[in-house]
């Protein structure tokens, strides 16, 4: 699996915009990009994934690079519930039932 | 979607006792996945189960631990001779696998141990 990496903390204020990066210069052409979060004290939570094009759902919005060498998470508005560890993780959807390896992700703060 | 559940949320033992987790999957989920969280890392792949069928093991899993899904429902994951290095989180997760398909993990709330 390519390796990711995202910077250790970031800050948001509650409303804004929140943009979390995710570096993956060795991602191959079979490897999808997927997003998770997780809250203190509670298992990680499914965000979204993307192989090449941009990807929106109600809770994010993946955007990824032409040359998918990264790629970057976005909270359009960004709440206080929204300050979690956030995970990107790059692996083959094949048939190893995708079990995914997280790294230590980004340590999103939201602030009022 | 009662959600994956786990019990229990937390374990003390003492080292080189033997202790068993238990966890419920997505009742129609038929993959499920065994994780460990250290404190500041992030979850680190165990095991994966289709249905009853335990088809990964990472090199994390050594031999004094053992995980079951007997029926391709519930499973058991089981430490024995416990180290103060098993202390962990210990995720299950859950998800409904299929030919050309990704369906995200669910997770539990995971089980606490600590070995002392």
């Known amino acids: 699996d390519a390796k990711t990496t995202q910077p250790t903390s970031m800050d948001c204020a509650e409303g804004r915009a929140a943009n979390l990066p995710c570096n993956h210069s060795t991602i191959s052409g079979n490897e999808y990009v997927y997003w998770y979060r997780q809250i203190h004290s509670q298992g990680p939570q499914y965000i979204i994934h993307?192989?090449?094009n941009n990807e929106t759902n109600e809770m994010a919005s993946l955007i990824i690079t032409e040359d998918r060498k990264s790629s970057t998470l976005i909270l359009p508005h960004a709440t206080l519930r929204d300050t979690a560890v956030y995970y990107c993780?790059?692996?083959?959807?094949?048939?190893?039932?995708?079990?995914?390896?997280f790294g230590k992700g980004t340590s999103l703060l939201v602030t009022p | 979607d009662t959600g994956v559940s786990q019990d229990p949320r937390h374990k003390i033992t003492k080292r080189g006792q033997n202790v068993t987790f238990r966890c419920d999957p997505i009742?129609?989920?038929?993959?499920l996945y065994w994780y460990r969280q250290t404190l500041g890392q992030g979850p680190e792949f165990l095991t994966y189960f289709q249905n009853e069928a335990q088809l990964e093991k990472s090199r994390l899993l050594s031999d004094r631990f053992s995980a079951e899904r007997p029926k391709g429902s519930f499973s058991t994951l089981e430490i024995q001779r416990t180290e103060q290095g098993d202390s962990a989180m210990y995720l299950c997760?859950?998800?409904?696998?299929?030919?050309?398909?990704?369906?995200?993990?669910?997770f539990g709330n995971g089980t606490r141990l600590t070995v002392t």
């Open positions: 009742s129609e989920h038929n993959r």
């Open positions: 993780i790059v692996r083959v959807a094949g048939n190893s039932g995708y079990a995914l390896n």
């Open positions: 997760a859950s998800s409904l696998g299929g030919p050309g398909r990704y369906s995200p993990l669910h």
């Open positions: 993307g192989l090449k």
